[in-house]
């Protein structure tokens, strides 16, 4: 209910995928999906434990670069304020300007030590073997 008390509209949901396409298990689980009482809660519980273990398994395979940041096994890779300034910037999304002014310092001073970790941690995942080039091109192509 929205605040003035008056169900809000909302859109219709997406109609439902051809059965013909499906397993036994998924029909049966998107029939009690859309059901109630126990076998409902039952399917919810299910789609929990699933959503549940792929979020834990994303959160794994990014360990293995989040480690650079956190100043895990390589500490070395990025200095301390670095790991600050690039974590601020690019995972806290706080504003450039707004940092310097909380560092005492100047936005060019910022971006250079951005641009000197980027530099550090693009060497660091070459060497482990990773293909930075086409990271890159998937980010931009994903961002048009």
Same mark, same amino acid.
């Given at each position: 209910?929205?605040?003035?008390?008056?169900?809000?509209?909302l859109?219709?949901?997406?109609?439902?995928?051809? /059965?013909? %396409?499906?397993? =036994?298990? /998924? !029909? $049966?689980w998107?029939?009690?999906l859309?059901?109630?009482?126990?076998?409902?809660?039952?399917?919810?519980?299910?789609?929990?434990? *699933?959503? #549940? !273990?792929?979020a834990?398994?994303?959160? %794994?395979?990014?360990?293995r670069?989040?480690?650079?940041? $956190?100043?895990?096994?390589?500490?070395?890779?990025? %200095?301390?304020?670095? !790991?600050?300034? *690039?974590? =601020?910037?690019?995972? @806290? =999304?706080?504003p450039?300007?707004? *940092?310097?002014?909380?560092?005492?310092?100047?936005?060019?001073?910022l971006?250079?030590?951005?641009?000197?970790?980027?530099?550090? #941690?693009?060497?660091?995942?070459?060497?482990?073997?990773?293909d930075? %080039?086409?990271? @890159?091109?998937?980010?931009?192509?994903?961002? $048009?």
């Open positions: 209910m929205g605040t003035d008390g008056v169900q809000p509209d859109p219709d949901p997406p109609a439902p995928a051809q /059965s013909d %396409s499906l397993d =036994a298990d /998924s !029909r $049966r998107l029939q009690d859309g059901s109630s009482g126990h076998a409902h809660d039952d399917a919810v519980r299910r789609l929990h434990d *699933l959503l #549940l !273990r792929a834990r398994f994303a959160v %794994s395979r990014r360990r670069t989040a480690t650079y940041l $956190r100043g895990g096994d390589h500490d070395e890779s990025v %200095s301390a304020h670095q !790991r600050e300034v *690039l974590v =601020a910037v690019t995972l @806290n =999304a706080i450039i300007d707004v *940092l310097a002014g909380r560092l005492n310092t100047t936005r060019g001073a971006y250079k030590t951005l641009h000197d970790a980027r530099k550090k #941690l693009r060497h660091e995942l070459t060497a482990q073997g990773l930075i %080039s086409s990271m @890159n091109e998937r980010t931009r192509q994903h961002e $048009r």
